[in-house]
């Protein structure tokens, strides 16, 4: 599943065919003027879509917001919901043309280039659709099109929070990234975690050291404000007023998982540009940097004298650190131990320092995948490891491909090259693979063809999408096998998004039904929790719980009353996940 920017929606079988009712299409552009024989095309999709049940019946449905700023919903037959799209413009206003000076301001305007997240607010064993737009609020609604209470929420800083000392706040409005769910206060209900981009800033420009502040919030499942939460982190360097200003300003996506066992989620945050990744605790205090600190490299930036430069034109750099720059990290079980890790790529400080200060020199920018203990913020042995490009606006997935039953990183990026690095830092068998250009975001890894093992795909800038076969074992992936960890978008480590699989090749008789069984996560990894059994009589329903008794792949057998009308049964795993009902009509 995948959106593109003509503004379709793809639904492709493990043949490349399309599913029947898709593509599906956003709306037309909106022109100011139509030119005869010019089609403007359809609002465009940048970022992920999001695939859910949204109503609890099993049936997955798809989510995808575009560039424009309108979230839609489809069915699993390429059906647009009843009462969408939605519209992300609260509070926005037409600017005056021309437009007036406003330093350091950004109005809220309609838009939005984060992906959609679902989530069960309320808990009523239904998703609901979160989306961060332009408007700078957080919009969340019911599958109907309702709001869910409390939203819009628009997203501040806490009352009286101020920058400090010879720092100016940005006021921009916009929400450029998705939240991520977390549990940070131990009710049931989950809350959203989002980065802002109201941040604060020295000045306009390149701004080091210690340039600039990044900000982000928490909120209740109800909109409320999650109380006394504010996670700040210095940027080593903050860029205000450039052509990209969300990626020069930050663009570091949190990632949440129970690092400690405690049943609360930590979450990772890097601010600015150039600067480390820090663990930080539920209230958004800091518990660890997840990098030593380069400040001897700083000191050469800032420094830029002659004789510096002469030494870095020979080649005589200081370490090469990497660094945060645009990218983001993933949550997963990796190194020699098996023990929860952080990955993400990085830049090398050194090296992007030297191509900054001596511009046309020639001078490369390398890039390295990172991965560290979560607990102790240590680097895993062999890491980090060099890669072939910059990793720009992406993250990894971390999913087993070489077959050993252990993880290894896959990274894409933007020079045509998608790693596998494995626990001590070398390329897994039959990697790099080689595509055509810039992965945006991620590689996304599952089991396409049901035969037990991964499949990776990835899709490119350039309009290619592209798929591998590998040895790796489709039942251990469970770490983090899509960009924001799933297909729910969550950014959540340990949270279990997948449903069991079809009830397949079933035979009906007069008082039961057979059928192969699936897996908790489709047809791969243990069995089904239960069953859900509804049989009709009539205009009455018998609805009763059926505890699973056969392994994944082999014959289950339910049965039901006789002179029942109608039959329908869903596998449910652990977590509440439905599969898809099995009807059977008499």
Request: negative net charge.
């Amino acid at each position: 599943m995948f959106g593109d920017a003509d503004g379709r929606v793809h639904a492709l079988d493990p043949h490349g065919r399309e599913l029947r009712g898709f593509p599906v299409t956003t709306r037309p552009t909106e022109v100011q003027r139509s030119h005869r024989g010019i089609d403007p095309g359809h609002e465009p999709i940048l970022a992920n879509v999001a695939v859910g049940d949204l109503r609890g019946t099993g049936e997955q449905w798809v989510v995808a917001t575009s560039t424009t700023g309108r979230t839609y919903v489809w069915s699993s037959r390429g059906e647009l919901a009843r009462g969408w799209p939605k519209e992300l413009a609260t509070d926005v206003a037409y600017p005056a043309i021309p437009r007036p000076d406003q330093p350091f301001t950004r109005p809220a305007t309609m838009g939005a280039v984060a992906p959609p997240v679902l989530a069960d607010l309320d808990l009523d064993g239904r998703l609901e659709i979160v989306q961060a737009g332009w408007d700078g609020h957080l919009h969340a609604w019911h599958a109907g099109g309702r709001p869910v209470a409390g939203f819009p929420v628009e997203v501040t800083l806490p009352e009286g929070t101020a920058p400090p000392a010879g720092m100016v706040a940005i006021d921009d409005q916009k929400l450029d990234l998705p939240p991520t769910l977390a549990e940070l206060d131990g009710d049931p209900e989950p809350e959203l975690v989002q980065r802002t981009q109201y941040s604060f800033a020295k000045g306009p420009g390149l701004q080091f050291p210690n340039g600039g502040v990044s900000n982000v919030v928490a909120y209740n499942s109800d909109g409320s404000r999650v109380p006394g939460f504010l996670l700040s982190s210095t940027a080593l360097a903050f860029y205000y007023g450039s052509a990209q200003e969300f990626i020069t300003e930050g663009t570091n996506n949190p990632t949440a998982a129970d690092v400690d066992g405690d049943g609360l989620t930590e979450l990772t945050s890097a601010a600015g540009i150039f600067s480390p990744t820090a663990l930080h605790n539920p209230d958004g205090s800091q518990r660890l940097i997840f990098a030593p600190l380069p400040g001897n490299v700083l000191s050469i930036i800032g420094g830029g004298n002659l004789a510096g430069l002469l030494e870095i034109l020979h080649g005589n750099l200081p370490d090469d650190l990497p660094v945060n720059f645009t990218t983001s990290g993933a949550f997963g079980r990796f190194g020699p131990g098996g023990h929860l890790a952080f990955a993400e790529p990085g830049s090398g400080v050194a090296t992007v320092a030297g191509s900054l200060l001596l511009a046309g020199s020639g001078l490369p920018i390398n890039s390295y995948m990172r991965a560290f203990d979560a607990r102790s913020g240590l680097s895993i042995l062999g890491m980090p490891s060099k890669s072939q490009g910059l990793d720009f606006l992406g993250a990894p997935v971390i999913a087993d491909v070489d077959g050993d039953a252990r993880p290894e990183i896959i990274q894409g990026g933007d020079s045509s090259a998608l790693h596998a690095f494995t626990a001590g830092g070398a390329q897994a068998a039959g990697f790099p693979k080689f595509h055509t250009g810039w992965v945006i975001f991620g590689p996304t890894v599952g089991d396409l063809d049901a035969d037990g093992h991964n499949e990776v795909v990835a899709a490119t800038r350039e309009g290619y999408l592209m798929a591998w076969d590998t040895p790796g074992s489709a039942a251990g992936n469970s770490e983090w096998w899509s960009y924001r960890h799933d297909e729910r978008n969550t950014g959540r480590y340990g949270i279990d998004t997948r449903p069991p699989g079809m009830l397949r090749r079933a035979q009906v008789g007069a008082r039961r039904v057979t059928f192969v069984a699936p897996a908790d996560d489709w047809y791969a990894g243990e069995e089904v929790e239960r069953y859900m059994v509804a049989t009709g009589h009539g205009s009455a329903t018998e609805r009763r719980r059926v505890e699973a008794a056969a392994a994944p792949g082999t014959r289950e057998r339910i049965a039901f009353a006789r002179g029942a009308s109608s039959v329908r049964v869903w596998a449910v795993d652990e977590a509440g996940n439905r599969g898809r009902a099995l009807r059977v009509r008499r």
